[in-house]
């Protein structure tokens, strides 16, 4: 996990363009707001958030995805 560490600000944009891709080249749709709405909330929610939990042994930072709960030390 220590090495995910670095690149989590850069997941969001990555999936953005990911999702671009998907909508606007494969799917074929021409972008309107709607689909950059769409573009934007998947990507939103799949991206990984940082959380800071106190715990007995301090304080660790916890990377939460959709299904997946993992600590950082």
Excluded at 62 to 68: G, K, N, P, R
């Amino acid at each position: 996990m220590k090495k995910i560490k670095p690149f989590i600000p850069l997941i969001f944009p990555i999936l953005i363009i990911l999702f671009g891709l998907l909508i606007y080249k494969i799917i074929g749709f021409e972008p309107n707001v709607y689909t950059i709405i769409i573009n934007l909330g998947l990507a939103f929610i799949l991206s990984p958030r940082v959380k800071k939990v106190d715990s007995q042994t301090g304080t660790k930072e916890q990377i939460t995805w959709l299904f997946c709960k993992k600590i950082l030390k």
